[in-house]
């Protein structure tokens, strides 16, 4: 039976919908073997945090729950870009996902919203030039974050989430020129250090206790989706 693989597009819980993920599915399902299901969600500011992960949290379960579909539910995994990383590793953290999925990969998301954009920004490296997100992300924060949100929620803010509530195996990529990269080799260091296993120190990819880290040279966020795609 094939291994199942929820795909949770990005566009900074405002805009896009499936379709933009088709070809990175279509080469992802036929390279590996696997099935890959699209998802979409309800989008902010009209369905602000948390609404579109608990929607995806019942997507994912109806599609657990079709027999029609075959894949070996003991191999499933879930992942997405951007705004879509964020809401899987939230999705994955639901009570009722926990001991369903056994794998997580989180492409170049938004993970910690307590970290201001300023600061986001002066973590890039010098020499990275202009940043994207720099425009949008406050406007994306706007619709999505209400004011008197808390800001460490590991729901929102998923970089705080407890490894137990997360499946054993953690992919976290992310985009050197990016503003959000930081953020994610943050959340990698933070899980990769409960356990015992050994890490060969790499800047740039590295794996321990079940958590690996991925960091694209050169890309810039959202880039590095083209380049996997060439």
Same mark, same amino acid.
């Given at each position: 039976m094939l291994i199942r693989w929820p795909d949770v597009h990005g566009g900074g819980f405002v805009t896009g919908n499936p379709s933009i993920d088709d070809r990175f599915c279509f080469d992802f399902a036929n390279d590996n073997k696997i099935l890959v299901v699209s998802l979409d969600y309800p989008k902010a500011p009209a369905h602000p945090f948390p609404a579109p992960s608990e929607a995806l949290v019942d997507a994912v379960k109806a599609v657990l729950a079709?027999?029609?579909?075959?894949?070996?539910?003991?191999?499933?995994?879930?992942?997405?870009?951007?705004?879509?990383?964020?809401?899987?590793?939230? #999705?994955?953290?639901? &009570?009722?996902?926990?001991?369903?999925?056994?794998? @997580?990969?989180?492409?170049?998301?938004?993970?910690?919203?307590?970290? !201001?954009?300023?600061?986001? =920004?002066?973590?890039?490296?010098?020499?990275?030039? +202009?940043?994207?997100?720099?425009?949008?992300? +406050?406007?994306?924060?706007?619709?999505? #974050?209400?004011?008197? &949100?808390?800001? !460490?929620?590991? @729901?929102?803010? #998923?970089? =705080?989430?407890?490894?137990?509530? @997360?499946?054993?195996? =953690?992919?976290?990529?992310?985009?050197?020129?990016?503003?959000?990269?930081?953020?994610?080799?943050?959340?990698?260091g933070q899980l990769a250090r409960e356990g015992t296993g050994e890490m060969i120190p790499s800047d740039v990819i590295w794996e321990r206790n079940g958590v690996k880290w991925e960091k694209i040279l050169g890309e810039e966020h959202g880039k590095m989706i083209f380049k996997i795609l060439l």
């Amino acid at each position: 039976m094939l291994i199942r693989w929820p795909d949770v597009h990005g566009g900074g819980f405002v805009t896009g919908n499936p379709s933009i993920d088709d070809r990175f599915c279509f080469d992802f399902a036929n390279d590996n073997k696997i099935l890959v299901v699209s998802l979409d969600y309800p989008k902010a500011p009209a369905h602000p945090f948390p609404a579109p992960s608990e929607a995806l949290v019942d997507a994912v379960k109806a599609v657990l729950a079709d027999q029609s579909l075959p894949f070996d539910r003991k191999k499933v995994a879930i992942g997405g870009f951007s705004a879509g990383a964020n809401l899987a590793i939230a #999705v994955s953290q639901d &009570q009722s996902m926990q001991g369903k999925l056994r794998g @997580l990969i989180s492409f170049y998301g938004p993970l910690d919203f307590s970290i !201001t954009n300023a600061e986001k =920004l002066a973590r890039r490296p010098a020499d990275s030039g +202009p940043d994207p997100l720099e425009m949008n992300a +406050p406007a994306f924060e706007w619709a999505y #974050v209400k004011a008197d &949100q808390d800001l !460490t929620d590991p @729901l929102l803010s #998923v970089a =705080l989430a407890s490894k137990e509530k @997360l499946p054993p195996k =953690l992919y976290i990529i992310g985009c050197e020129l990016d503003m959000l990269c930081r953020e994610s080799e943050m959340m990698a260091g933070q899980l990769a250090r409960e356990g015992t296993g050994e890490m060969i120190p790499s800047d740039v990819i590295w794996e321990r206790n079940g958590v690996k880290w991925e960091k694209i040279l050169g890309e810039e966020h959202g880039k590095m989706i083209f380049k996997i795609l060439l």
